[in-house]
């Protein structure tokens, strides 16, 4: 049996009908630029949110860019974030002139270290970004409790937790800017690179929405420089379709996440492997399932040959990443996001994965410790 990481087709087949006429009628329409998709998307994704201001944009890199555009920070301003997350976080503080300072992680949800953050914050911070990874919420009550009364914004980087809840209420919401990525693997996946920024607070989306387009309103008058960071109405119109299934197949990944724990302790690998654990108060979606694993590079070797598909997210930390070795960390710096590295290994979770597939994939890691 061969269990890919991520079955898109196993998606798409049931939908299948339903997103071609989708995209049929924005093509009918010839209205590809703005117009009813868009405004029928960012209404019900703000209302599955419960945010009041939701914008779509082109994808999660763009809508961290436009967060720290909107915020105006840029050449001598810090922002800290984790030293472990997918590159586009820091990326975005980078591109803006500004000066990343990365932090170490909590070993236990592979998080960004709340007391860490509040640690390194100088009086040149100007935001934290926590990126709810794989996921599952950062700690935000200590981050929001550090920053309110300080110049500093809270930004969560929401790419991989669309519908995660801290404290019974959905990221994104939290912060004075959430970002999400609709790219093809996340939760909720495009048909391409989409992505969405969400705020609380009129006047930040009042800006982000003139960044979106040029700073421009009306048309050819330009209140402020931004970019073309829209969101496509084909983009819109697959995502509507999606959208109303995305509670179902968050709790089928879930389910699948408990049925992967039942299924370790019985093989007893429980020594071997370290499973992903939920902390207090927060609702994981299970945008990956990452476990430790003794062994790890040799492990991914065997369920490779055996037909399983595996990931390492992610290899490198950001302070050992060539293109940040002028911002002078040691290797050593952040040993728990290191020891991370060299031994996370995402295994299959997605929604339609069957029981079946889910015994094969332990199975094949029992195999592996029992040589
Ligand atoms: C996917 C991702 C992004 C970037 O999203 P894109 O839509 O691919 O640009 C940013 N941050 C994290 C943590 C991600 O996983």
């Given at each position: 049996m061969t269990v890919p990481l991520l079955d898109l087709y196993a998606q798409y087949r049931p939908l299948r009908e339903e997103l071609l006429a989708a995209v049929t009628r924005v093509c009918d329409s010839q209205r590809f630029i703005g117009g009813s998709e868009i405004d029928g998307f960012e209404r019900e994704v703000a209302t599955h949110l419960q945010v009041p201001h939701a914008l779509g944009v082109s994808s999660g890199t763009d809508a961290l860019v436009m967060a720290l555009m909107a915020l105006e920070i840029g050449p001598g301003d810090e922002v800290v974030t984790s030293t472990y997350s997918f590159f586009a976080t820091a990326g975005a503080i980078a591109r803006v002139g500004a000066t990343p300072v990365f932090v170490d992680i909590d070993s236990d949800t592979f998080n960004i270290d709340a007391a860490a953050a509040v640690a390194a914050i100088t009086p040149r911070t100007r935001a934290i970004i926590p990126v709810h990874l794989f996921g599952q919420p950062a700690d935000l009550a200590p981050l929001i409790e550090a920053t309110s009364k300080a110049e500093i914004a809270v930004i969560e980087d929401a790419a991989q937790a669309i519908g995660a809840a801290y404290q019974g209420r959905p990221v994104g919401g939290w912060g004075a800017i959430g970002c999400f990525s609709f790219?093809?693997?996340?939760?909720?996946?495009?048909?391409g690179d989409a992505g969405l920024v969400t705020s609380t607070d009129d006047a930040i989306a009042r800006r982000l929405r003139l960044l979106r387009n040029h700073g421009m309103e009306p048309k050819y008058y330009h209140h402020l420089v931004g970019g073309n960071f829209r969101l496509d109405a084909l983009q819109a119109a697959v995502l509507r379709v999606k959208l109303p299934h995305l509670t179902a197949w968050t709790a089928a990944r879930q389910h699948n996440a408990a049925h992967y724990r039942a299924l370790f302790a019985e093989a007893g690998l429980i020594d071997m492997v370290r499973l992903p654990t939920e902390a207090p108060d927060r609702t994981h979606i299970y945008n990956q399932f990452v476990i430790r694993a003794t062994d790890r590079d040799r492990l991914q070797a065997h369920l490779t040959a055996g037909g399983i598909g595996t990931e390492i997210y992610y290899p490198v930390p950001f302070h050992q990443q060539e293109c940040f070795v002028p911002l002078g960390y040691r290797p050593g710096a952040f040993p728990l996001a290191e020891a991370a590295a060299a031994s996370s290994l995402a295994l299959p979770i997605y929604p339609e994965l069957t029981h079946a597939q889910q015994a094969a994939v332990v199975d094949a890691i029992r195999t592996f410790y029992r040589r």
């Open positions: 790219f093809p693997s996340k939760n909720l996946g495009a048909f």
